[in-house]
C-alpha cells in the first residue's frame, strides 16, 4: 500500500459516522466507544503496515486516542452498573414498602 492509498484508506475509515438507535446515554456513549476504538484499531493497523515516519507518528497519536477511549470506556461501563444498582435497589425497596 502506498501513502496515497493509505491516505485514501484513512479518510474512508474517519468518515465512517456512528449511527445508532440507543435512547440510553450511557449505552450510546459505550456503544460509540466501542465503534471508535474499532476505528482505531484498523487505522493502527493499517498505518504501522506502511514503513514511514508520518503514518507511523500517525499511528502512535491513535495509540494516545485508543488509550483514552479505554480509560472513558471503563468509567462508562461503571456508571452504567451503578446506574443499574441504584435503580434495582430503588424497585427493591418499593416493592418492600407495597407489601406492608
Given amino acids: 500500500m502506498t501513502r496515497k492509498q493509505f491516505e485514501k ?3 474512508e475509515i ?3 459516522k456512528f449511527k ?3 435512547i440510553n446515554p450511557l449505552s450510546y456513549g459505550i456503544q460509540r466507544l466501542l465503534f471508535q476504538k474499532e476505528k482505531l484499531n484498523i487505522l493502527i493497523t493499517a498505518a ?4 514511514m ?4 507518528a500517525k ?3 491513535w495509540k494516545r486516542k485508543l488509550l483514552r477511549a479505554d480509560v472513558s470506556l471503563l468509567r462508562l461501563q461503571k ?3 451503578d446506574t443499574e444498582s441504584t435503580r434495582n435497589v430503588r424497585s427493591g ?3 418492600s414498602q407495597v407489601a406492608w
Fill in 9 to 11: 484508506f484513512r479518510v
Fill in 20 to 22: 445508532s438507535v440507543e
Fill in 93 to 95: 425497596l418499593m416493592q
Fill in 59 to 61: 499511528a502512535a497519536r
Fill in 48 to 51: 504501522e503496515a506502511i514503513p
Fill in 14 to 16: 474517519e468518515t465512517s
Fill in 53 to 56: 515516519k508520518t503514518t507511523l
Fill in 79 to 81: 456508571a452504567k452498573v
